[in-house]
C-alpha cells in the first residue's frame, strides 16, 4: 500500500513537473520569437540613427551631444513564472523628451538624430529584458 502511495506521488509529481518544464519552453519560445523581431527593428534603428547623428555632426559640428542629460531611469524587477524569476526592465525617462541644445545655433539635423537616439535607447531596453528572461 505504502509503495502504491509512493508511485502515485511520484507519477502526480513527474506529470506537475512535465507540465511546468511545457510551460517554461513556451515562455522561452516567445522570448525568442520575440528576441529576434526586436533585434531587426534596433538594428534598422541603430542605422537610421548613426545616419541622423553623422548629418549633425557635418552640419553642426560634435560639440552639442554634451547637453542632453544622462539616463538614470533604469529599473530592475522581476516576475515569476511557475517559481522561475525572469529579470524585467522597465525604462522610466527622469527628464521629458525636450530640447537641451541651443535653438538658435542648430537645426533639424540634430532634432532627427536626438529622437532617433530617444528610440533606439528604448529599444535596447526592451531588447535586453527579453535577452536576459
Known sequence: MATK???????QGYDLMDRKRNIL????????????GIQDRISAAYAEAYDALQKANIMLGSEYAGGV????????????????ELPT??????????IYYDLESTNGTLDVAYL?????KTLTVELTEVETS
Open 116 to 120: 532617433k537616439f530617444n528610440e533606439v
Open 5 to 11: 502511495r509512493s508511485l502515485a506521488l511520484a507519477e
Open 89 to 98: 526592465l522597465s525604462l522610466q525617462t527622469t527628464s521629458p523628451l525636450g
Open 69 to 84: 542629460p544622462v539616463e538614470y531611469g533604469l529599473r530592475l524587477s522581476t516576475r515569476s513564472v511557475m517559481g522561475v
Open 25 to 36: 519552453v513556451r515562455e522561452m519560445m516567445q522570448l525568442i520569437d520575440r528576441a529576434a
